[in-house]
C-alpha cells in the first residue's frame, strides 16, 4: 500500500489530475467531499459550525458553503476554527477508507491545504500539481468564479514554490488534458504502483 498526497492551488488541475489516477486504478478521496460529508445536516460537525458561526451560515436548512466560504477566507481565526472542527473528522474518514483497502492499493488523498494544514507527515509520496497563476485564474473565472474570489483563495492558499518544497513530484499543468494525462501515467506506471506493490 502507498500513500500519497495530490495537492495544487485553485485552478492548478488537481481534480482532474484525480480523475486519471482513479481510472488507472489508484483509490482517490477528494478531502473537498470529505469535508462535505462531514459537516451534514445530523452530523455533530453541523451544530457545532451553527454554534460558532451563527445562523448565517444556514440556508434552506443546510450549511450555506459560499457563506462560509467568504468568511474564513476573510478571517485566518474563522478558518482555524472551523478546520477545527472539521480536520480531525475528515481525518477519520480518511483512516476508515484506509483500513478497508486491499494491500497493494495506492491511496491517494487529493488534499488542496496540505501544505497550510502540515499534513505532509501523513503520506509515503506527495505530488503537487502546479500552473501559471493566469492559467489558473482564467480557468476558474470559465467555471463562474469572481476574479476577486479567486485572488482571495490564492491569498489564503500556499504558493506553488511552498508546495513544490515538500513534493517527491511536482506535474506542471500548463498545457491540455492529453499532456496531464501522459505525465499522470508516466507517473503511475514509473513510481506509484510499483512502490504499492513493493510496500504491500
Same mark, same amino acid.
Given at each position: 500500500m502507498l500513500l500519497v498526497a495530490l495537492t495544487g492551488g485553485i485552478g492548478s488541475g488537481k481534480s482532474l489530475a484525480g480523475e486519471f489516477l482513479a481510472s488507472l486504478g489508484a483509490v482517490v478521496v477528494d478531502s473537498d467531499q470529505l469535508a462535505r460529508d462531514v459537516v451534514e445536516r445530523g452530523e455533530p460537525a453541523?451544530?457545532?459550525?451553527?454554534?460558532?458561526?451563527?445562523?448565517?451560515?444556514?440556508?434552506?436548512?443546510?450549511?450555506d458553503r459560499q457563506k462560509l466560504g467568504e468568511i474564513i477566507f476573510s478571517?485566518?481565526?474563522? &478558518?482555524?476554527?472551523?478546520?477545527a472542527i472539521t480536520?480531525? &473528522?475528515?481525518?477519520?474518514?480518511f483512516e476508515q477508507?484506509?483500513?478497508?483497502?486491499?494491500?497493494?492499493?495506492?491511496?491517494v488523498n487529493q488534499i488542496p491545504l496540505l501544505v497550510e494544514t502540515a499534513g505532509m507527515k501523513r503520506f509515503e509520496y506527495i505530488i503537487s500539481i502546479s500552473a501559471p497563476i493566469e492559467l489558473?485564474?482564467?480557468?476558474?473565472?470559465?467555471?463562474?468564479?469572481?476574479?476577486?474570489?479567486?485572488?482571495?483563495?490564492?491569498?489564503?492558499q500556499a504558493s506553488d514554490e511552498e508546495r513544490a518544497l515538500v513534493?517527491?513530484?511536482?506535474?506542471?499543468?500548463?498545457?491540455?488534458?492529453?499532456?496531464?494525462? &501522459?505525465?499522470?501515467?508516466?507517473?503511475?506506471?514509473?513510481?506509484?504502483?510499483?512502490?504499492? &506493490?513493493?510496500?504491500?
Open positions: 453541523f451544530d457545532e459550525i451553527v454554534e460558532r458561526f451563527g445562523d448565517s451560515v444556514i440556508r434552506d436548512g443546510q450549511l478571517d485566518p481565526d474563522a &478558518r482555524r476554527d472551523l478546520e480536520h480531525p &473528522r475528515i481525518k477519520a474518514a477508507i484506509v483500513s478497508d483497502s486491499k494491500p497493494d492499493a495506492v491511496i489558473r485564474r482564467e480557468r476558474c473565472i470559465a467555471r463562474g468564479m469572481k476574479g476577486y474570489e479567486f485572488d482571495k483563495r490564492v491569498t489564503a513534493s517527491d513530484a511536482v506535474i506542471v499543468n500548463d498545457g491540455d488534458a492529453d499532456q496531464l494525462l &501522459r505525465a499522470v501515467e508516466e507517473l503511475w506506471e514509473g513510481t506509484l504502483l510499483p512502490r504499492a &506493490r513493493a510496500e504491500k
